[in-house]
């Protein structure tokens, strides 16, 4: 499940995203063999047996031995998070959804602001950070999970695969993969050749409700998460994105994808688990807030702060989150639009005056009184910046700004 953003203004971070847009399910392309049971249609929804490695003399072998060497690869990576908690929690949720499987799946985080899942028939699972920050409690990741699994669980790759029409073209891809040391970069472009269908898509969808529910979890929490990332398009898309989006050419169309989800979630409750999930984020969301930030999507990022601040205080006109008041205000500083000056202004105050502010939120309002020519408000918050943060990276400019401005 991939949602693209806007255009990167690094094309570094533009070919990092585009590389795992299709990572889901490579190394089943070739050759496996499809489930004689439609899980998705059967009432109890009853998972097929766990899968058997394929022989290594085999396509599908090879490919399952270049997806392990991937997976190596991106254990050793700096962008892998590898945090102990997140981790058994993650592995913990992916159990209770599929069942005897379990042992054979993967969970790999791995920091990068987008919205990303994926999996390959290896048992390989890549969550990408920008999906946990959005993720509002454990039910919604429990879909997006779920729909992950479908496509693992129904084969989806190889009725994909007897759609292409030149598979000797398909076959030196494959070659040339297995020839050089693999990227994912390389896995990307020919995963991109087999983007999943609508029907795919749809039926990855009912098997991930039907696991998300047996597992006891609220089914319509899955159509929120479609609501929230649609809020986020829009701001730049505008109200037509969900037709004209790349993701959303392959997926059902979102307004019926969330009518769809929430049809087949009926009425039946269950659990949230917000307060669980959140407190397992705790310590490395801070660290995804500033990566959203640096991603450098303005509009995007204020729908999604917004919306933090509005979980957090559902009954307050005065938020309390300190951390997303302070992202809010550094965005909208960084914006610098007409008006943006006097919100970051209000975000930024209210932040610094919450117990345990994060320094940043000190360095951005000296920043901003700075940029205002306000100098006696702006020394006491570099002062308190560098009290907090003594050995901050930028320590050394912060102390010149202040050598500069004291009389």
Same mark, same amino acid.
């Given at each position: 499940? +991939?949602?693209?953003?806007?255009?990167?203004?690094?094309?570094?971070?533009?070919?990092?995203?585009a590389t795992c847009q299709h990572c889901v399910g490579i190394a089943s392309m070739l050759g496996l063999p499809a489930l004689a049971q439609d899980i998705a249609g059967s009432d109890k929804a009853g998972l097929p047996p766990r899968f058997a490695r394929p022989t290594t003399d085999t396509d599908e072998g090879g490919l399952w031995s270049l997806m392990d060497r991937e997976e190596s690869r991106?254990?050793?990576?700096?962008?892998?998070?590898?945090?102990?908690?997140? &981790?058994?929690?993650?592995?913990?949720?992916?159990?209770?959804?599929?069942?005897?499987?379990?042992?054979?799946?993967?969970?790999?985080?791995?920091?990068?602001?987008?919205?990303?899942?994926?999996?390959?028939?290896?048992?390989?699972?890549?969550?990408?950070?920008?999906?946990?920050?959005?993720?509002?409690?454990?039910?919604?990741?429990?879909?997006?999970?779920?729909?992950?699994?479908?496509?693992?669980?129904?084969?989806?790759?190889?009725?994909?695969?007897?759609?292409?029409?030149?598979?000797?073209?398909?076959?030196?891809?494959?070659?040339?993969? =297995?020839?050089?040391?693999? +990227?994912?970069?390389?896995?990307?472009?020919?995963?991109?050749?087999?983007?999943?269908?609508?029907?795919?898509?749809?039926?990855?969808?009912?098997?991930?409700?039907?696991?998300?529910?047996?597992?006891?979890?609220?089914?319509?929490?899955?159509?929120?998460?479609?609501?929230?990332?649609?809020?986020?398009?829009?701001?730049?898309?505008?109200?037509?994105?969900?037709?004209?989006?790349?993701?959303?050419? +392959?997926?059902p169309p979102v307004g019926n994808r969330r009518d769809e989800l929430l049809r087949l979630a009926g009425d039946k409750g269950g659990n949230v688990g917000a307060a669980d999930y959140q407190r397992t984020i705790a310590p490395l969301r801070f660290g995804w807030i500033q990566d959203e930030i640096k991603r450098g999507q303005y509009e995007e990022s204020l729908v999604l702060f917004d919306r933090?601040?509005?979980?957090?205080?559902?009954?307050?006109?005065?938020?309390?989150?300190?951390?997303?008041?302070?992202?809010? =205000?550094?965005?909208?500083?960084?914006?610098?639009?007409?008006?943006?000056?006097?919100?970051?202004?209000?975000?930024? &105050?209210?932040? +610094?005056?919450?117990?345990?502010?994060?320094?940043?939120?000190?360095?951005?309002?000296?920043?901003?009184?700075?940029?205002?020519?306000?100098?006696?408000?702006?020394?006491?918050?570099?002062?308190?910046?560098?009290?907090?943060?003594?050995?901050?990276?930028?320590?050394?400019?912060?102390? &010149?700004?202040?050598?500069?401005?004291?009389?």
């Open positions: 499940m +991939t949602v693209p953003q806007a255009p990167e203004r690094h094309s570094r971070r533009g070919f990092l995203r991106l254990r050793r990576s700096p962008l892998a998070i590898r945090d102990k908690s997140l &981790t058994r929690y993650l592995g913990d949720l992916t159990c209770r959804l599929a069942d005897g499987h379990c042992p054979d799946i993967r969970i790999h985080v791995v920091r990068m602001p987008m919205f990303n899942a994926s999996m390959a028939p290896n048992g390989m699972m890549i969550v990408w950070s920008g999906l946990l920050l959005r993720v509002e409690n454990e039910a919604q990741l429990a879909a997006i999970v779920g729909h992950e699994l479908g496509h693992y669980l129904e084969r989806h790759q190889v009725e994909q695969l007897r759609t292409a029409k030149d598979r000797a073209v398909l076959a030196q891809l494959v070659g040339l993969l =297995g020839g050089v040391a693999g +990227t994912l970069g390389q896995i990307g472009i020919l995963a991109s050749l087999f983007a999943f269908s609508r029907e795919h898509e749809a039926r990855a969808d009912k098997l991930g409700m039907r696991l998300m529910q047996q597992a006891g979890y609220e089914g319509a929490q899955a159509a929120r998460v479609w609501d929230n990332l649609l809020g986020e398009l829009k701001v730049t898309g505008g109200e037509s994105v969900g037709d004209r989006s790349a993701m959303f050419a +392959t997926h933090m601040l509005a979980r957090a205080s559902p009954s307050s006109s005065q938020p309390q989150d300190a951390d997303v008041l302070y992202a809010r =205000g550094e965005v909208l500083r960084l914006r610098d639009d007409k008006g943006d000056d006097v919100r970051a202004l209000d975000d930024l &105050t209210r932040a +610094t005056a919450i117990f345990k502010a994060p320094p940043d939120a000190f360095r951005s309002l000296g920043l901003l009184h700075k940029s205002r020519s306000d100098v006696a408000s702006a020394v006491p918050a570099f002062e308190k910046y560098l009290t907090l943060a003594p050995e901050a990276a930028d320590a050394s400019l912060i102390k &010149t700004y202040l050598s500069e401005m004291r009389p």
